[in-house]
């Protein structure tokens, strides 16, 4: 399967890939891996991605494009793959429906972890007090400037993905505020009742 999680920032979707990865035995595609990847193997791309990190800038569409349509090229993916961080844009959406598209496959399903935001910020404060009594270091996200400044960005672009995709008959929506264990229990009931659809191009 072809799947890809969408949700704002502290929703659980690393969480929930990662466990689905394990269950169905394909890859989880974080961009943020990816693009780290590119960087410590020193390609082309990844000099680029260095020099754009480094100055602070956003890393272009263009350039995110490629190193997905790159990786997900590779025979591990060849039986599918779980994106959690792409797409972000619906400019990204429609690349990736070409790219699969000229792989013969397609999107099967695209999960959003729907969150309240006021909960989701006290979700994020239990986190970041569990890191301080624990005496491990605070994730730089997980300040409270900086989710609120995700938090903005996620609604401003991100959001529209959800129409996007609930357009295309594709889109399923998961209370993300439940328990781990009961989103990764209702995101396996989802995925059996669709088993063999996809995402309309």
Same mark, same amino acid.
């Given at each position: 399967?072809?799947?890809?999680?969408?949700?704002?920032?502290?929703?659980? !979707?690393?969480?929930?890939?990662?466990?689905?990865?394990? !269950?169905?035995?394909?890859?989880?595609?974080?961009?943020?891996?990816?693009?780290?990847? /590119?960087?410590?193997?020193?390609? $082309?791309?990844? !000099?680029?991605? !260095?020099?754009?990190?480094?100055?602070?800038?956003?890393? #272009?569409?263009?350039?995110?494009?490629?190193?997905?349509?790159?990786?997900?090229?590779?025979?591990?993916?060849?039986?599918?793959?779980?994106?959690?961080?792409?797409?972000?844009?619906?400019?990204?959406?429609?690349?990736?429906?070409?790219?699969?598209?000229?792989?013969?496959?397609?999107?099967?399903?695209?999960?959003?972890?729907?969150?309240?935001?006021?909960?989701? $910020?006290?979700?994020? /404060?239990?986190?970041?007090?569990?890191?301080?009594?624990?005496?491990?270091?605070?994730?730089?996200?997980?300040?409270?400037?900086?989710?609120?400044?995700?938090? /903005?960005?996620?609604?401003?672009?991100? %959001?529209?993905? #959800?129409?996007?995709?609930?357009?295309?008959?594709?889109?399923?929506?998961?209370?993300?505020?439940?328990?781990?264990?009961?989103? #990764?229990?209702?995101?396996?009931?989802?995925? %059996?009742?669709? /088993?063999?659809?996809?995402?309309? #191009?």
């Amino acid at each position: 399967m072809r799947i890809i999680f969408l949700g704002p920032p502290g929703a659980g !979707k690393g969480t929930q890939a990662a466990r689905l990865s394990r !269950k169905l035995n394909i890859p989880q595609l974080s961009t943020g891996d990816m693009l780290r990847a /590119e960087v410590s193997k020193g390609t $082309f791309i990844g !000099k680029q991605v !260095k020099n754009i990190m480094e100055s602070g800038h956003l890393i #272009s569409d263009s350039i995110v494009n490629r190193v997905v349509c790159d990786r997900i090229g590779h025979p591990d993916c060849s039986g599918g793959f779980i994106l959690d961080g792409y797409p972000r844009t619906v400019d990204q959406a429609q690349n990736l429906q070409i790219i699969v598209s000229g792989m013969n496959c397609c999107i099967d399903a695209v999960i959003e972890l729907q969150v309240d935001g006021f909960l989701m $910020f006290k979700r994020i /404060e239990s986190r970041v007090s569990k890191a301080i009594s624990s005496e491990k270091s605070v994730r730089s996200d997980d300040k409270y400037d900086v989710f609120i400044r995700r938090m /903005e960005d996620y609604r401003r672009v991100t %959001v529209p993905l #959800s129409s996007y995709y609930r357009d295309r008959g594709c889109l399923h929506i998961i209370d993300g505020m439940l328990d781990a264990d009961t989103v #990764s229990r209702d995101i396996d009931s989802l995925l %059996v009742s669709i /088993e063999g659809k996809c995402c309309r #191009s």
